[in-house]
């Protein structure tokens, strides 16, 4: 299947979803105005890619500084969507990438962990 | 007229506002004023936090405006290049050792009671009520009339130091103002 990339924007982020190498990165900035726009094709392109990946080992490295309110929903459904697969016994691996100096990263990971059940979301400090 | 706008001025002046806009805004708009914004509280010093802090009530009053804000510059809905807009006023300035952010914008008269009770329920809570309400409504999914995630105001309630602080005043026919004072 095709990899899906988008290029940063000042207010959305990189997307380098590697079908090939299983390997998803979401890094930058997402505040646009309209959250459900911009993330259609990305979800469009994460059902039919988690539908296809069998027992390959995935990862997914989110590095966000800042997210605002509704896209704080949008990672919040797409973490939802990671643990229903991994609830089907596939497996994925989801780091929560933070910088040490923006305090609110690490917060944002903890709450986004408190609300996951199943799925563990991995916090780890950006090396500098 | 003319000598008005030295009356503007020196009202900001006297409020320390260092940022300001009324008009029509939109996303790139949005942008260019974080950006700014960004800039000059670091200038001045401010933590990585408080500037985060202000800039992320800045992104959700200007998206409400832009959605929410019965004047629009354009009728009947037609798109720019800039995209989607709504008129309203945003100043930003100082007070003591905090920064506050100030919205306006026209309402309908009708949505006014819901507005007011959303926000008189946001200020009734603490910050651990404030946390579990925005978890909630993260998990839950916006109501009908929503067109983000209905998070908007739970966010800015989040970030600021002192309770918010709002304002409602009829305008004419349909139409009332609505203000929101935050600090931070």
């Known amino acids: ?128 | 007229m003319v000598k008005s706008l030295q009356d503007i001025n020196s009202d900001f002046c006297k409020h320390k506002v260092f940022l300001s806009f009324s008009g029509p805004l939109s996303q790139d708009l949005t942008v260019e004023m974080g950006e700014i914004l960004k800039t000059k509280m670091k200038l001045e010093g401010a933590t990585i936090s408080t500037i985060l802090k202000v800039f992320s009530i800045m992104v959700e009053v200007n998206h409400n405006i832009i959605h929410y804000s019965a004047e629009k510059a354009f009728k009947n809905g037609i798109t720019t290049e800039q995209g989607k807009t709504g008129c309203g006023i945003i100043t930003i300035g100082q007070e003591k050792d905090t920064y506050y952010l100030m919205a306006g914008n026209l309402i309908e008269k009708s949505s006014v009671l819901k507005l007011k009770d959303s926000l008189n329920k946001l200020i009734s809570m603490d910050s651990q009520e404030l946390k579990k309400f925005y978890k909630e409504k993260r998990k839950q999914g916006p109501d009908a009339d929503s067109k983000g995630a209905g998070l908007g105001f739970i966010e800015i309630a989040r970030k600021v130091s002192c309770p918010l602080e709002y304002d409602f005043r009829d305008v004419e026919n349909d139409l009332a103002f609505f203000s929101l004072k935050t600090i931070v």
């Open chain 1, 1 to 128: 299947m095709d990899n899906l990339i988008i290029e940063a924007t000042k207010y959305t982020p990189e997307i380098k979803f590697d079908a090939e190498n299983n390997q998803l990165e979401l890094t930058g900035e997402t505040y646009p105005e309209n959250t459900a726009e911009f993330y259609a094709p990305v979800f469009s392109w994460l059902d039919e890619y988690l539908e296809q990946i069998e027992d390959n080992m995935v990862t997914v490295n989110l590095e966000i500084n800042y997210f605002n309110s509704s896209s704080s929903k949008v990672l919040m459904d797409m973490f939802d969507k990671f643990e229903e697969t991994v609830n089907e016994g596939k497996k994925i691996t989801l780091n929560w990438i933070y910088d040490k100096d923006n305090e609110s990263a690490l917060e944002y990971g903890e709450e986004f962990q408190e609300d996951l059940e199943t799925l563990k979301l991995n916090l780890m400090e950006k090396s500098q």
